[in-house]
C-alpha cells in the first residue's frame, strides 16, 4: 500500500463508482479510498461522505483536510435524465466539474480523472469506427457539458500542468447498481426483467446499433489509464474507448440463449433520437498505442456473466428472506 495516496471519489453511488470504489479501495486501501455521495450508503468497507460538489467551499475543505491526493469525479446527470431538465444537467455537469478542477490546482492534487462519453459525438460523425479526432458536434445537452468538459481538462493540463486524464466512456452494462438515466440503459435493465419477469418492453428500434462495455473493462481501463507514464499520454482531452457493439435485437438472442422463452417488444421513445445521435462504434487506436487498452469481454461473455451474477444476487436474496422468515413460520405451524 502506498500510504502518500488519498483518493477521492465523487459521485461514488452511481454505476461507475459502485464499482470503481471497490477496486481502488482493492488496489490502495479501505481507508485511503474516500466515496462521496448526495446521499449517504451504508459502507462498512471504509470512509464515506455526505458531498456535494457544487460547493466549492466544502469540496476544498475535504481535500485539504483529508490530503486528498487524487481525485475521480464521476458525480453528472446522464443522457437522458439530462435532456428532461437540460439546464440543471449543464449546471451540474460543467460547474461540478470546474469546482473540482480549480480545488485541484489550488490544493496540488496529483491527478484528477473525469469521465466522458461517446455523447461528444453526434449526426455530423461518422457512425462506424468513429475516430479519436471525428468532428464533435453533440446533440445533447449531456454531450454538450462532455465536449465543453474536454477541453476544460486540456486547458488545464496546458496551462496549470494539471495531471487530469478521461476516458470516452460507451454505453456501461453493470450488475452492481442500478442504471443512472443513459440512454444505453436498456442494456442493463433488460437482463433484471429477463430474469424477473422474462419479458421486456424496449425503448429503443431493434436494430439500433451502439457500443457498449461491461463494466469490469470500463474499471480496468480507468485505473490502467491512471497508472500510465505521463510522458505516454497524447490525448489531453479524452481517449476513444470501445468494448463491442450490439443491437436491442442481437443482445435479445444472447439472452435467449440461457433463457429461451424471453420475449421483448419495442415501444421506441425520445431516447432514441439521442441513440440516432451517436455513432455505432468506435475506434480506439490510441488508446491501444498510448497505454496498451484491450478489453476483455465481448457480448457473449458478458451477457452470460451478467445473468449468472443477477442470478447468484437474486439467489442469495431469497436465502436472506428464508432465513429471516424461517423461525416465524417454525412458531406458527407449532401453534397451530
Not at 461514488?12 to 490502495?28: D, F, H, M, P, S
Not at 474516500?34 to 475543505?61: P, R, W
Not at 439467489?315 to 405451524?333: A, S
Request: charged letters at 20%; glycine letters at 6%; a negative charge.
Amino acid at each position: 500500500m502506498n500510504k502518500s495516496i488519498n483518493i477521492l471519489v465523487t459521485g461514488a453511488n452511481g454505476q461507475i463508482g459502485t464499482e470503481l470504489v471497490r477496486a481502488l479501495r482493492l488496489k490502495y486501501s479501505h481507508e485511503s479510498v474516500i466515496a462521496s455521495d448526495l446521499q449517504l450508503e451504508d459502507d462498512h468497507e471504509g470512509m464515506c461522505l455526505k458531498l456535494d460538489v457544487m460547493d466549492a467551499q466544502a469540496l476544498a475543505q475535504v481535500v485539504n483536510g483529508l490530503g486528498i491526493t487524487h481525485i475521480y469525479h464521476l458525480a453528472a446527470a446522464l443522457s437522458a435524465n439530462g435532456e428532461k431538465a437540460p439546464l440543471n444537467a449543464w449546471n451540474l455537469n460543467m460547474q461540478g466539474l470546474l469546482n473540482v478542477l480549480e480545488v485541484a490546482r489550488l490544493k496540488k492534487v496529483q491527478q484528477v480523472f473525469w469521465p466522458s462519453s461517446i455523447a461528444v459525438f453526434g449526426p455530423d460523425s461518422p457512425k462506424a469506427h468513429c475516430p479519436q479526432d471525428a468532428i464533435t458536434i453533440p446533440a445533447t445537452v449531456y454531450g454538450i457539458s462532455k465536449c465543453a468538459g474536454e477541453y476544460w481538462c486540456q486547458y488545464y493540463n496546458k496551462q496549470y500542468g494539471l495531471d487530469i486524464r478521461s476516458l470516452r466512456y460507451p454505453g456501461l452494462i453493470s450488475h452492481s447498481a442500478p442504471a443512472g438515466g443513459g440512454t444505453t440503459d436498456y442494456a442493463v435493465a433488460i437482463f433484471h426483467e429477463a430474469l424477473n419477469h422474462n419479458n421486456y418492453t424496449c425503448y429503443l428500434e431493434k436494430d439500433t446499433m451502439l457500443p457498449m462495455m461491461y463494466m469490469p473493462d470500463a474499471v480496468r481501463a480507468t485505473m490502467e489509464l491512471m497508472d500510465a507514464p505521463a510522458e505516454n499520454l497524447t490525448v489531453r482531452t479524452a481517449y476513444n474507448l470501445a468494448g463491442f457493439s450490439f443491437t436491442p435485437e442481437e443482445i435479445v438472442r444472447k439472452i435467449r440463449n440461457h433463457l429461451p422463452d424471453f420475449q421483448v417488444s419495442y415501444k421506441p421513445d425520445f431516447r432514441q433520437q439521442i441513440a440516432d445521435s451517436w455513432p455505432a462504434s468506435i475506434a480506439d487506436q490510441q488508446a491501444k498505442w498510448d497505454w496498451g487498452w484491450q478489453p476483455d469481454y465481448d457480448l457473449s461473455c458478458m451477457v452470460t456473466d451478467m445473468l449468472k451474477q443477477l442470478e447468484n444476487k437474486k439467489n442469495h436474496h431469497q436465502d436472506l428472506i428464508g432465513e429471516l422468515t424461517g423461525p416465524v413460520t417454525d412458531v406458527l405451524r407449532k401453534d397451530a
